[in-house]
């Protein structure tokens, strides 16, 4: 197989001028663009959604860190803006990594020492509550939350006079099967007493064949209890699938978003690279959600790793639910296929293994190239073909590839790479002739 090295690690990388990262790029405008966020827009309401911490019971863990720092990164922000109130922290799950004991203590540890009394804590647990009991009784995953977390483990709270109806999964740690009388009642409950504000819903798995990640990871039996609340904004995490691919957020019969990770990322089950990307831990993702007093919504994700916002912000204006913006349809228009530009750059070098490889600066596209497909010939014979994961993830990563072709046999070579966009569109192909020689030097 293929291997993907880190651009960023090799000088040559770092001598290549031509970056490109999925911040800086414009947004072009497509069908029916989004509504934007007006400069009069004054929340009453902000709160911040994460998921998939994973804390394990090392109270210096990076994830650890990764939760105090977005604590104090809320504050840090919020005491700057008109608004400066930080309500309510909404974590969908995963807190831990196996729902031990050990590993809620370090949970509890960070939230007792940077979470303030003004800020409503909103937890319900994620699969991994439930791991280091499933072999004999789930249920004991339920009961250790239940006692660590001192609350039960639905809830259904309303903040500034906004509804939060949070769902656990059912003691079998895997179903909502035994929730879904309880989450139909309180949604409806909710969406009688909201006014026609947003209802904010939240539970581990997305709702399937929603967001990014939900047709792998989703859960079948939530998206019909939302469906019956079309003003819900649901969040999800269980995947962590990037938060800041455009498929992260869908609207249909209501709003979801995932919440990506503090942890690890994943993609694709079945990309052929496999479903952990190459940094697969520089991973910390989560959203700040603001609302006004006539129920606008405006969504920002913010990166840990590199401290800054990605480059995304929806605004979902009042009333919810009847704007829908985020249809896939009007995403998937809104991004053309990807484009090597002019000045991009590809070439070839020798390492000290005598791996030919392959070198190239990213293709553009208005919201991230998915991957890249590449196929090597050699006298018109296929003899190697990649595929891996763009770096839309890595706002620290400069954009630039490096497939490893392995020893290849002498000859003359052409190598065509495709970029590929999230809604599955292929860019034209960057064509690169190259040769091999026999007296080839290693590590030139
Ligand atoms: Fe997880």
Redesign the pocket.
């Given at each position: 197989m293929l291997t993907i090295k880190t651009a960023a690690r090799t000088a040559l990388a770092k001598s290549v001028s031509a970056l490109y990262t999925a911040a800086s790029l414009p947004h072009r405008a497509g069908t029916a663009s989004p509504a934007k966020t007006p400069a009069t827009f004054l929340p009453v309401l902000r709160f911040a959604a994460c998921s998939?911490i994973?804390l394990s019971g090392d109270p210096d863990s990076a994830e650890a860190q990764r939760f105090a720092a977005m604590l104090e990164t809320v504050y840090a922000y919020a005491a700057q803006q008109a608004y400066t109130g930080f309500d309510a922290l909404l974590v969908a799950g995963?807190m831990t990594n196996c729902g031990g004991e050990e590993e809620y203590d370090v949970f509890n540890a960070v939230l007792k020492a940077h979470l303030r009394p003004e800020t409503q804590l909103l937890v319900v647990t994620?699969n991994?509550e439930y791991i280091r009991y499933r072999k004999v009784d789930a249920s004991q995953g339920s009961r250790v939350f239940a006692r660590k977390m001192q609350r039960a483990e639905d809830l259904h709270a309303v903040i500034n006079g906004y509804h939060f109806i949070g769902c656990s999964y059912s003691e079998d740690g895997r179903t909502f099967k035994a929730k879904l009388p309880w989450l139909a009642a309180e949604l409806k409950k909710a969406a009688a007493e909201s006014g026609g504000k947003p209802v904010f819903s939240f539970q581990h798995p997305a709702p399937w064949a929603t967001i990014y990640g939900s047709a792998d990871w989703g859960d079948a039996d939530v998206p019909r209890m939302l469906r019956k609340c079309p003003q819900t904004i649901n969040f999800s995490?269980?995947s962590?699938y990037p938060i800041n691919d455009p498929r992260s957020i869908w609207q249909g019969g209501y709003t979801a978003l995932g919440c990506g990770?503090l942890s690890y990322f994943e993609t694709e089950l079945d990309c052929f690279a496999g479903n952990f990307p190459y940094e697969t831990k520089q991973a910390a993702q989560f959203y700040v959600v603001e609302a006004d007093a006539q129920g606008n919504v405006r969504i920002r994700a913010y990166d840990l790793i590199t401290s800054q916002w990605f480059n995304l912000e929806y605004y979902l204006p009042a009333p919810a639910g009847k704007r829908q913006d985020y249809l896939y349809r009007l995403q998937k228009q809104r991004d053309p296929a990807p484009v090597f530009p002019p000045e991009t750059q590809i070439h070839t070098e020798t390492d000290a293994e005598g791996h030919t490889l392959l070198v190239f600066t990213g293709a553009k596209d208005a919201f991230a190239v998915d991957s890249y497909k590449g196929t090597v010939l050699r006298g018109g014979v296929p003899v190697q073909s990649f595929n891996f994961s763009g770096k839309y993830m890595y706002l620290f990563e400069p954009d630039v590839y490096t497939a490893d072709l392995g020893l290849l046999a002498p000859g003359n070579y052409t190598v065509t790479i495709h970029a590929m966009n999230c809604y599955a569109k292929l860019s034209k192909p960057l064509v690169f002739r190259f040769q091999v020689r026999a007296d080839r030097k290693k590590g030139s």
């Open positions: 998939d994973h995963d994620g991994h995490g269980h962590h990770t």
